[in-house]
């Protein structure tokens, strides 16, 4: 049980839906928890504006704008520990994270993969790219896992999964829609229960 507010640091790269469901659940009360920090992979995310607008810290963190990547890891940790963070949730982020990030904050990082893993996971299965190959299988189901991180794509521990049925005339956009609408649902809840130690996790 945390004896403090947790902080949690949230990465995203693109417009920040997933960010605005952690603020709005946090908003709510389904999460007891304070995002600290918004690192985004690229400068011209939108969800920088969402965090910025509530008054969160933001970070744009490239790899490529360091000497070293070594120094880019430890950049980052550094800010991380600037803002006291205990919990990273990946949303929309599609960068591997550095091993030493992994390794400081073990059974700490979560994401949201928009199919039931371990199908459809892997490197370049993300967004549409995901919806497109489950219509493509004849798959009559699909849904959303959210999952411990750790240094390869998609391999961490399945903390919880929500089904959603594929509908005959489905397209991607309409797949995808109603899989982020039961994304916003569940991963709000499971970072909570995760920050509760609701899970029994390997040390």
């Known amino acids: 049980m945390q004896k ?13 839906t997933g960010l605005q469901a952690f603020i709005d659940a946090g908003k709510s009360g389904i999460l007891k928890a304070k995002i600290a920090l918004v690192v985004s992979s690229r400068s011209d995310a939108f969800g920088l504006e969402r965090a910025r607008m509530v008054g969160i810290d933001t970070f744009v963190f490239k790899i490529k704008k360091y000497p070293k990547p070594e ?3 430890d950049d980052l940790l550094h800010r991380l520990r600037a803002h006291e963070v205990d919990y990273i949730a990946l949303a929309g982020y599609l960068k591997l994270l550095p091993g030493e ?3 400081a904050y073990r059974n700490r990082i979560v994401n949201i993969h928009p199919a039931l893993l371990p199908q459809y996971g892997g490197k370049g299965m993300y967004g549409h790219h995901v919806h497109e190959a489950v219509l493509a299988s004849g798959d009559t189901e699909t849904g959303c896992s959210v999952h411990l991180v750790n240094e390869k794509y998609d391999e961490g521990r399945i903390l919880e999964q929500i089904r959603v049925p594929v509908i005959p005339g489905d397209t991607p956009d309409t797949l995808a829609h109603r899989v982020q609408e039961q994304e916003h649902k569940l991963y709000p809840r499971v970072l909570e229960k995760l920050i509760q130690g609701e899970y029994k996790l390997d040390d």
Request: proline share 0%.
């Open 71 to 73: 120094e880019a890891a």
């Open 101 to 103: 990030i992994v390794r």
């Open 4 to 16: 403090h507010m947790a902080h949690v640091a949230v990465f995203i790269s693109g417009s920040g």
